[in-house]
């Protein structure tokens, strides 16, 4: 039997969040809580403009409008309270946590925005030593910063990041996989039309492609699987997700 760590009540794991300790969450919990702190943020910000609009002009602002001192500490204190509380959960949601970027920085502001495989100061993307579907929680001491390069040596040397294989989840890309992977044996181009968020219209690529690899994400789904190759619009190496694909052949050199 388990109980929500959040109200402490019987939980039906039916319905709720399975964490990686093994507790299950209610759904309805989380979300309170979310709001709850979305309610004291914005509580606290309108208390500080107040506050601050009193010191530099009292005669804009009726006295009993203005919070004393204690009243900010006081949410701050609150606000402190529900966040780590928050933090918690996150640490053993079985996927990537909405304080992704937030854990991303602590650790950056820490240590610098240093590799911690090849300990050059770079751009930094931060990953699970652990993996979360082997267990691996969100905590900071399971989250390490890897830069491009090592990223990319590791996932050649056979690899954390899942190899080329179709996973069940991707299922949906299975065509577009399956041709993708016989072009890179068979040294052909490919072509598609593809569509970045940034972009109004479908622009047509057509690309030499060299390796399909996933790329982690903060969706539901985890992972974007994406194809690496040179591309002929750009004269450069590009990456592509494949669910931004449309109308995939390949085609002759
Ligand atoms: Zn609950
Ligand atoms: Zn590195």
Same mark, same amino acid.
């Given at each position: 039997m ?11 794991? %039916? ?7 093994? %507790? ?17 943020? =914005? ?9 601050i609009?009193?010191?530099f /002009?009292p ?10 001192? =204690? ?5 701050? /204190?609150? +606000? ?20 992704? #970027? ?7 502001? %820490? !240590? ?21 579907? %082997?267990g ?14 090592c ?7 056979? #690899?954390?990041?899942? =190899? ?11 065509? $577009? ?11 052909? *181009? ?5 569509? *970045? ?15 399909? +690899?996933?790329?982690?994400? !903060? ?10 190759? +040179? ?8 990456? +592509? ?7 995939? $052949?390949?085609?002759?050199?």
């Amino acid at each position: 039997m388990s109980y929500c760590p959040v109200c402490k009540i019987r939980s039906d794991y %039916e319905y709720d969040i399975a964490l990686s300790n093994g %507790e299950y969450l209610h759904y309805s919990c989380v979300l309170l809580l979310q709001m709850r702190k979305h309610e004291i943020e =914005t509580a606290l910000r309108s208390q500080k403009s107040q506050f601050i609009l009193s010191l530099f /002009a009292p005669t804009e602002v009726e006295q009993q409008d203005v919070a004393a001192k =204690t009243e900010i500490e006081d949410l701050r /204190a609150k +606000f402190a309270k529900v966040e780590s509380i928050l933090s918690e959960i996150y640490d053993y949601l079985p996927c990537w946590p909405p304080d992704w #970027d937030e854990r991303k920085q602590e650790i950056i502001s %820490e !240590n610098g925005s240093i590799c911690s495989y090849c300990e050059e100061e770079e751009d930094v993307y931060l990953l699970h030593d652990i993996p979360v579907f %082997e267990g691996g929680t969100n905590a900071l001491d399971n989250l390490t910063l890897i830069c491009a390069e090592c990223y990319r040596n590791m996932y050649h040397e056979g #690899d954390i990041f899942g =190899t080329a294989t179709l996973k069940p989840s991707q299922s949906e890309f299975l065509k $577009e996989f399956s041709a993708i992977q016989s072009a890179i044996e068979s040294s052909q *181009k490919i072509q598609f039309n593809y569509k *970045k968020p940034s972009d109004k219209r479908w622009k047509t690529r057509v690309v030499r492609p060299e390796r399909l +690899f996933n790329i982690p994400n !903060n969706r539901e789904s985890g992972e974007t699987l994406c194809v690496e190759g +040179f591309c002929e619009l750009r004269g450069d190496t590009r990456v +592509f997700a494949l669910e931004r694909m449309q109308a995939l $052949e390949v085609i002759e050199d």
